[in-house]
């Protein structure tokens, strides 16, 4: 045997920590529709988590409460051992909480590379004038802002479609753009509301790639939904499911499977 | 620094003189993040001192061979310098060969060291190491990925870089001109591919060579983007660029290619009749896109080419009128990023006259080379001014030419190859008893002095009337059309000739839109009856072409059938440079080209079985392929119906 193949390989870069998000209790309500009733689950730092469910079960709903787009009526969220009390989208992109949709959120007249810079909008303190006139603040901005950008686009090899404007695009390269500008916030976690949608089995495996060369480099902690049952087993280091708005299972994909209520959910037995 | 002669006759020789010349001269230059770095003569000097000092003390020794699975990047040359300064062979491979083959061709040369691009090429090597013991260490240059990799064999480009620094030796005196330096694997469109090696002395020859018919300088830039594994594409960038002190431009990516171009204004580059099919499609497409005008001067500069192709003998492409130049040839050259190229060389493959005259239409100085991977990159090659279209042009400065008594090119001159690693058999037999070096290609040499290469010699056939036939060209007549990706020609001891037809997808898709034809996919499209119609049209017009000729009349079109599936490299039914692996595809393709000669009006194809016994495809194959007569021209030539 060789010298090169004997030796074995050694754990992830950022190996997966304590819990960096807790949600306790979580009950969401529409009026007199239970959308998410008494969830509880938790984040660890570093890891790849999966939210799955059947149609309607609830998955969107929840990511959108972490997201800070819906406010729960019970429960409580804690970030890195700090209680949100009030979270709006603006507030979670600040604490480093980035996010895809699931119907594709780009600015369509803007190319590739104008999307992406669009996401480090956090990071910028230059005013108005000061980028009008080109001031110096406002071009180191841009410059750093354009270096962030470039390494993003050769991350996520679309350094062919630079200049091309985000309409022209097919539908795989702009949830791979929207997951560019994602990144550009260079958030903590990322939530990616189900990233492989509408794809075909090559691009959800560059999609998968990509997702995990992420997770992998930069050590970003990742909540996906996702329905493609083969996807979520491959690249998830936990899983929970949700059914009716009721969380029916959590652990890692091994165990999730062996499940007999998520068989049941998924297989469907009568209500 | 002075160079002794010796020195001077060896690659590594060559990078010294230039290191210590022109030091502050850029040798290389790399898109990355959307910014041209460049690394210069001395850096890459420096560097590849440190990489060798490094490679020694993990054992590499002169004489070792050093594999590389990379595309065109700067890493990669620089390994090849640090491999050249201690005397080792480096043996560059194609990077999108499968595991399989790479390990094939890494046993075949015994190699102890391989460079890798990046975690892709690492993982195959690691796939393929339990039947490679010689492999010791694994260099790879993108760190991308690879955190995970703890194996101790494995390390870093820059691992390599800072092991070696202040410990960078000038061994290079010790590398004499009769070392090995390069082992390169013909392109195989049989089924073997061999190992070919060619010394230092050789390879300087030949780069020499190539820089003296080109008239190259340290002005130059060319770009790199074929496989490095070609001898080709190695010589005329590696090669060449040590040899006259021309710059080496590597795009950003495969995919970003045109745009990087246009960027670059290379002065000299290296195509195949692939590459210049593919971008002629593209400038096609955006010519009916702009309709009007330009359109209208396109077509007029694309049939005064068809014409002068037809001429045969000695075309010479007509001066562009002055609104056309302005118009038409100016603004093209210069979006292409043409407009300073002095010379595009085209080898590989056979070139259509056709397109050779349509890209001097253009004013871009097209030229078909001519060379083998044993006798080196260059042997022939066509003029600038007036071309005989059919040939490959006349023997360089430096190389002899003539055909022997079996109809076989031989050639005579410097910087051919020593022979096949570990084969002296075949190394002999390279060689004729009066030591000219065998080509394999059958052709003819002219009064004037110009070759012509009918094949290889398995590619050439006769119809069971005993006419010759020449699938190679017919191929390439019909591939001129931007409907067609791919064309394979069949005829050898039948009545006639028939084609299998591999559609472009993107530009009959967009001629399907335009004529609000609903399909799903390539199978769907290469199953419909009007798109059959417009490659019978495409094919009635190469027949017009042949039957103008008493020599190709016979060698009409009459059947054709379109493939439900593009013929790939994967599939290995194109080799690594997506020339046609006849063999293989007449084994896949057996029912159907059965069927063709033999009348029916459809036939069934069976699935492919891909090696682990599944099917490789789906079943979005339609069960008949259905056949497509092309109308034949007479020429009154009466031949048996035997």
Redesign the interface.
Known sequence: ?????E???????YPIGGPILELDSISLRFGGVHALTNISFNVLKHEVRAIIGPNGAGKSSMLNVIGGLYTPQEGSIHFDGKPLSSMNPGKAANLGIGRTFQNIALFKRMTVLENIMAGRTLFNKANFLEVALQMPRARREEIED??KA??I???L?I??I?KTQVSRLPYGLQKRVELGRALAAEPQILLLDEPMAGMNVEEKQDMSRFIL?VN??YGTTIVLIEHDMGVVMDISDRVVVLDYGKKIGDGTPAEVRANQDVIDAYLGVAH | MTLKSTERATLAGLLSARASGSGDAVAIRLK????WLSLKWSEMQTEAGAVAAAMTARGLQAGDHVALLSENRPRLFTAIAAAHAIGAVAVPLYSDAPAGEVGRQIKAVGATMVFAENQEQVDKV?KV??D??T????VFDDD??M????????ASFETLVEQGRGAASTASAAVTPDMPAFVFFTSGTGDLSSPVVFTHAAAVAQARRGVSVLGLTDEDRTIAYLPPGWICQMMMTYGQALASGMSIWCP??S??LL?DMREVAPTSMLVTPRVLDAIMSQVSTRMEDTGGLTLKLFNAVRAAAEKAAGAGSSAVAPPPGFFADYMLNRPLRDALGLSHLRAMLCAGDLLDPGMLMLFRNLGINLKQLYGTTETGYLLAMQGDTAVRTDSAGRAVSGVELKVDQAGEIVARGEGFASGYLGDDAATAALRTDDGWMRTGDQGTIGADGSVQIVGRGDSIGHLADGTRIEPRMIESRVRTSPYIREAVAFGDGRDSVCALIDINTLSVGRWADDNEIPYSGHADLASQSKVYELVAGRIAEVNRALAADPATAPQQISRFVLLPQELSTEDEMLSRLGKLRRSAIAKRYASVIEALFNGAPDVALERAIDESGLHTHDDEHPARLRIGDAPVVSSGQTRSAA
């Open positions: 045997m060789n010298v090169i193949a030796t074995q390989f050694t754990d992830r870069a354009r270096e470039e390494e686009i050769e991350t090899e350094q062919h630079r060369d992998d480099h | 990355r993040r959307g910014i690691i190491l339990p490679c013991p492999v010791k260490t694994v991308r990925g955190r995970h990799y703890g194996q101790s064999g494995l950003e990516s995919d970003t745009e």
